[in-house]
Structure formats: structure tokens, C-alpha cells
């Protein structure tokens, strides 16, 4: 149990276009995911908190307006990277909590997005 | 100075040696403590979660946790070249966080046949 999905694996896109990204909870429901950017050789860096029916959480330094998200049902969240610019490329993953009682967030495999 | 904080390594040992991972953090209302694995271009993928103070051990993996310290430790035995990966330590501070986690910059583990 607990699996997470994310579409696409990878996206190559021309600068000024936005990416839509998809995270599915396949086998339980989250009203709360995760989405998380990696640079190269750093770490997981949080995002933002999407929050089923609500508006998302942004962590301080992290654009609203440029990093759409959309969590419209207990199963999907959606990252929308708008306008899209050469410093956006990373790995972007999202996570959800699957259980209550724990703090263990499982993640989705990743979509490594290159902006040209 | 780092939330979380790892020593980046890489650390590399032999192939049935012990590997031992450190992690400190700097939250002391910190609650739960994970240890991920992620190998190169993939996401992260959970092996081990402590809660309390003491020893959790799950096969070859034991996880160690003190907070009076603010320590957090992950032990592998028997280490295989199939270990080779990032190991990633993450802190949640629970409450109002929960879920939310922050994450150290990883460690590198190498075995050597």
C-alpha cells in the first residue's frame, strides 16, 4: 500500500511555456500532499502543502503565482510551473501522508523537468 | 546554522562492514525522525521511522535516536554494493507540521566489493 504516483517522469520544455505536473494517491486518499524541488547534488527542498478543497501552503522564498497547485480531489494534486524559465529546471516530487498516527510521507518518482 | 544536518560524505566502506550514519537536528520539540534512501535520479524512498528514544531495528537497518542529544543514527549491517545511494535524514516537528518534513543535505554511501 501507500503508493504514489506522479506524470510525467520527464518534460523538456521552451522557456515561456508552462508544465503541468500530476501526483495520484493510487491506494489511499490524502487531503493533504506534498510538492518538493531538488537541484542537483542538494537536497529536498519543501515547496508547498497542498491542501485538498483549499488554497495551497507556499514556503517562504516559493512564487504562488509561478507554481500553481491544485489538489481538487482526495487522490490528485497538480503542479502547474508557469512561464517557464532555465532556473526551474530540477526534480520536482511530491509526497503524501498515508497514515494518520504517523509522520511518514511516501513519495511519487519524481518528474525531472529541463527548461530550455 | 542547518535545521537538519548530515555529514555529506561520501563515506565509503567495504562490502559486509558496517555503515554508520549521523544526523543531527535543531529542533528539540522535533517528533519523528525518518531515514530515506535515494539513489541517483530517483525520488526518495522510506526505510526507516523512530519515534522514540532507543533502538528500532528492521533487518539489516537500526535506527538510533536520542533526543536529549538531538541525535538521530543509522546503522547498516552486512553492507552490500546495492546499498550505494544518498541517505537522507528528515526531522518533523509534528503539531501544526505535521507531515511536513525537513531534510538534511544527505550522506553518500559507497561499498566496495
Known amino acids: 500500500g501507500a503508493v504514489v504516483s506522479q506524470h510525467p517522469s520527464w518534460v523538456i520544455c521552451k522557456s515561456g511555456t508552462s508544465v503541468k505536473i500530476e501526483c495520484r494517491s493510487l491506494d489511499f486518499q490524502a487531503t493533504t500532499m506534498f510538492w518538493y524541488r531538488q537541484f542537483p547534488k542538494q537536497s529536498l527542498m519543501l515547496m508547498a502543502t497542498s491542501n485538498e478543497g483549499s488554497k495551497a501552503t507556499y514556503e517562504q522564498g516559493v512564487e504562488k503565482d509561478k507554481f500553481l497547485i491544485n489538489h481538487a480531489s482526495l487522490t490528485l494534486s497538480t503542479l502547474t510551473v508557469t512561464s517557464a524559465h532555465p532556473e526551474d529546471s530540477s526534480f520536482y516530487i511530491c509526497?503524501?501522508?498515508?497514515?494518520?498516527?504517523?509522520?511518514?510521507?511516501?513519495f511519487g518518482e519524481g518528474s525531472r523537468l529541463t527548461v530550455l | 546554522q542547518k535545521e537538519v544536518e548530515q555529514n555529506s560524505g561520501p563515506l565509503s566502506v567495504p562490502e559486509g562492514a558496517i555503515a554508520s550514519l549521523n544526523c543531527t537536528y535543531s529542533?528539540?520539540?522535533?517528533?519523528?525522525f525518518f531515514w530515506y534512501r535515494q539513489y541517483s535520479g530517483k525520488s526518495p524512498e522510506l526505510i526507516m521511522s523512530i519515534y522514540s528514544n532507543g533502538d528500532k531495528e528492521d533487518g539489516r537497518f537500526t535506527a538510533q535516536l536520542n533526543k536529549a542529544s538531538q541525535y538521530v543514527s543509522l546503522l547498516i549491517r552486512d553492507s552490500q554494493p546495492s546499498d550505494s545511494a544518498t541517505y537522507l535524514c528528515a526531522v518533523n516537528a509534528g503539531g501544526t507540521s505535521y507531515g511536513k518534513l525537513t531534510f538534511g543535505q544527505g550522506t553518500i554511501l559507497t561499498v566496495h566489493p
Open positions: 509526497s503524501a501522508k498515508a497514515f494518520t498516527n504517523t509522520g511518514e510521507l511516501f
Open positions: 529542533d528539540r520539540g522535533s517528533q519523528s
